[in-house]
T-cell receptor, first 115, second 117 residues
Framework: NAGVTQTPKFQVLKTGQSMTLQCAQD?????MYWYRQDPGMGLRLIYY???????DKGEVPNGYNVSRLNKREFSLRLESAAPSQTSVYFC??????????????FGQGTRLTVV | AQKITQTQPGMFVQEKEAVTLDCTYD???????LFWYKQPSSGEMIFLIY??????QNATEGRYSLNFQKARKSANLVISASQLGDSAMYFC??????????????FGAGTQVVVTP
């Protein structure tokens, strides 16, 4: 059982380049999330998708776009990468709905460096 | 506004001792969930323990227990009998369902724990 799979694991981009981070989950979860992790700041929510067909901005959405391609997949796109987007990116999923006691399952993370 | 506050950036603890990691939260929602995650140096996020706002008893999972003080909006993680493998970053998180934060997990800045022999 793979859980949450993110690709790639590492990426170096030049300023201004674009890329898409892929995320897929095989747990039939409704909700999916993209976070970025920076030292001293914990995990900050970029975008989330409460259910298939819906997406919403999180705390730090500027410079990013997302697509909930289907129930399994939730991608994050950087249209024009900036050095400030150097970070570790995590995709997560949860069963969603009104249940509170559903922990988030995380992918392994993508370490992105923008030079 | 910061909803989850972890005031201890780093802690050292000796093997076999207990350690308490502080977490305070801010919400006006009567219904919420509190979570703790562990992130070892390898980077993955590992779920440790959950406490619901309506739970009457403090949650426990093996060596992990959650000291939940609802009136103080505090959800401290206690790790008993620390082991070298407990060295990691620990994150407190909250999930609300009845506000505009619906369904989102919000994380604190984390506490780095180093267990020494």
């Amino acid at each position: 059982n793979a859980g949450v799979t993110q690709t790639p694991k590492f990426q170096v981009l030049k300023t201004g380049q674009s890329m898409t981070l892929q995320c897929a989950q095989d747990m039939n979860h409704n909700s999916m999330y993209w976070y970025r992790q920076d030292p001293g700041m914990g995990l900050r929510l970029i975008y989330y998708s409460a259910s298939e067909g819906t997406t919403d901005k999180g705390e730090v959405p500027n410079g990013y776009n997302v697509s909930r391609l289907n129930k399994r997949e939730f991608s994050l796109r950087l249209e024009s990468a900036a050095p400030s987007q150097t970070s570790v990116y995590f995709c997560a999923s949860t069963r969603g709905g009104g249940a509170l006691n559903t922990e988030a399952f995380f992918g392994q993370g993508t370490r992105l460096t923008v030079v | 506004a910061q909803k989850i506050t972890q005031t201890q950036p780093g802690m050292f603890v000796q093997e076999k001792e207990a350690v308490t990691l502080d977490c305070t939260y801010d919400t006006s929602d009567p219904s919420y969930g509190l979570f703790w995650y562990k992130q070892p140096s390898s980077g993955e996020m590992i779920f440790l323990i959950y406490q619901g706002s309506y739970d009457q008893q403090n949650a426990t999972e093996g060596r992990y227990s959650l000291n939940f003080q609802k009136a103080r909006k505090s959800a401290n993680l206690v790790i008993s009998a620390s082991q070298l493998g407990d060295s990691a970053m620990y994150f407190c998180a909250m999930r609300e369902v009845s506000t505009d934060s619906w369904g989102k997990f919000q994380f604190g800045a984390g506490t780095q724990v180093v267990v020494t022999p």
